[in-house]
């Protein structure tokens, strides 16, 4: 049993996760355990064995809660909506080969935001009929690149529009859908909302009129659907209950100008367990909130069943990785703080220093040690503001102990920098006691690949 206070809330739930709990509800991976020797195992692997043999700090991602998390969005979607459906993988939340190839073995879609995610995705096999490119400001490269390969494109504003229907032709038109914003206020960080209207994304829905008469001057230009997404980490289902009416609400009125629409897509958004304190709804739970509700506005509207998909990043992938770093340097100011070191921070996470926020940890060598000891975890870099986590609560800590942080599968890997020239960490997906390799880590000389020194700045040798 973990004692760590990590692991229990004040009203002393226990947070470990069981084979019911959903993957966006537990702190730590599903398959997380204590061994024998006391230490955290991962997908059957010794935490510690995997620092060992991989180097410090490590990204560990459980391929069971990962797969998990698909299924039980996929299934779910398939059991409570009527018509046809599809979940897709908002891939920015990690996107790299493996992690693509994973999540397109459950049969999930893809939504991309920029021509290095339509590659990643296509390179790792997942076809372009499944591929859905998003994005503010997607350049005319990006707009033919993804056109050309087949893949869906959600028209974000007019510059795309004009642009795309220049490169259309209406003997292959581009498949398109139109990003909307729904005017829906949500709880969140002010930073990953996006549903309000005074957003960067989407049109305002004052504006369909006229850009559907535009679609029909555009043969080049086959509208497939309608798409909204309102922001990240929602802890609320009252927000994605009334964006079902919205969206149905644009589908008639799209029908209204003749368009036949095919597609309605709800965004992601929903949110994920970083502490105990946070609440989300089970995967399940959104899902069948987010299914009645578009099929209820459909049966009122009178209305056939359009195809329903959503997009979840975080709450799809979130919970199913960890970071594992060693424990280094210990400061103390006496009467205000200490601070303990590890050899990473704010380049292979940048959440906490961008959005302040919070993560938990345990020590992966000691897990049943009583927290009895609260510290400030410090990054290595040369930012103040380079902090892990303010005062956690975690047991006697030494140098070279392995300190676990927990939820960082989603905006972590994706968001991580070479600031201060320090690598990206190495990545293995860990399964039933093996693990694989699936992002190397970066050395010194991939700090140099793109470095060119002019010749006229050689320092010449004395
Ligand atoms: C970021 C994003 C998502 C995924 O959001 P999560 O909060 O990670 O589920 C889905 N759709 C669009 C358009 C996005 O920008």
Not at 77 to 96: D, F, H, N, R
Not at 227 to 237: C, K, V
Not at 315 to 342: H, M, N, Q, W
Request: aromatic share 8%.
């Amino acid at each position: 049993m973990l004692t760590t206070e990590t692991q229990s809330s004040q009203t002393g739930r226990q947070y470990l996760p069981t084979e019911t709990t959903a993957p966006n509800q537990s702190l730590l991976p599903l398959t997380a355990q204590v061994n024998p020797y006391d230490r955290l195992e991962v997908g059957g692997c010794d935490v510690q064995d995997l620092v060992n043999q991989w180097g410090s700090p490590l990204y560990i991602l459980d391929e069971e809660t990962l797969r998990t998390a698909c299924r039980q969005y996929r299934d779910t979607l398939y059991s409570t909506y009527p018509g046809e459906s599809q979940v897709i993988y908002a891939s920015k939340a990690w996107s790299c080969l493996a992690v693509c190839a994973m999540v397109g073995s459950e049969g999930l879609g893809f939504d991309v935001v920029s021509g290095g995610e339509v590659y990643t995705t296509l390179q790792a096999g997942i076809s372009p009929e499944d591929i859905y490119l998003h994005g503010n400001n997607k350049s005319a490269e990006e707009l033919k690149y993804a056109y050309e390969q087949g893949c869906t494109i959600i028209i974000d504003n007019w510059l795309e529009l004009h642009l795309l229907s220049e490169v259309a032709t209406e003997n292959n038109p581009a498949q398109i859908m139109l990003r909307l914003t729904p005017g829906i206020e949500c709880h969140t960080h002010e930073y990953i909302r996006t549903g309000h209207i005074d957003s960067k994304f989407g049109f305002d829905p004052s504006q369909l009129p006229e850009v559907f008469t535009f679609l029909q001057k555009h043969p080049q230009l086959n509208l497939i659907g309608l798409h909204a997404h309102i922001g990240s980490q929602i802890f609320e289902r009252q927000p994605h209950q009334d964006l079902g009416g919205v969206l149905v609400n644009w589908l008639q009125t799209a029908l209204d100008y003749g368009f036949k629409p095919q597609i309605l897509n709800v965004g992601g958004g929903l949110g994920m367990r970083y502490t105990e304190q946070d609440d989300p709804p089970s995967i399940k739970e959104w899902t069948q909130t987010v299914a009645q509700s578009v099929a209820k506005a459909c049966e009122d509207q009178g209305l056939d069943y359009p195809k329903l998909i959503c997009e979840p990043g975080r709450s799809l992938i979130g919970t199913a990785c960890i970071t594992a770093y060693t424990v280094g340097s210990r400061k103390v100011v006496p009467d205000i703080r200490t601070y303990i070191a590890v050899d990473g921070g704010m380049s292979d996470n940048p959440r906490p220093i961008t959005y302040e926020s919070v993560y938990r940890a345990v020590i992966a060598n000691k897990m049943s040690a009583a927290a009895n000891e609260t510290v400030t975890v410090a990054g290595k870099h040369c930012e103040s503001g380079d902090v892990v986590i303010p005062d956690a609560r975690l047991p006697q800590t030494e140098a070279g102990d392995i300190l676990v942080v927990m939820g960082t599968g989603a905006y972590n890997y994706s968001m991580a920098s070479n600031y201060n020239r320090i690598g990206r960490p190495a990545a293995v997906v860990v399964n039933q006691g093996e693990s694989y390799l699936i992002i190397e880590r970066e050395n010194y000389q991939d700090l140099l690949r793109k470095d060119r020194l002019p010749d006229r700045l050689v320092r010449k040798s004395q």
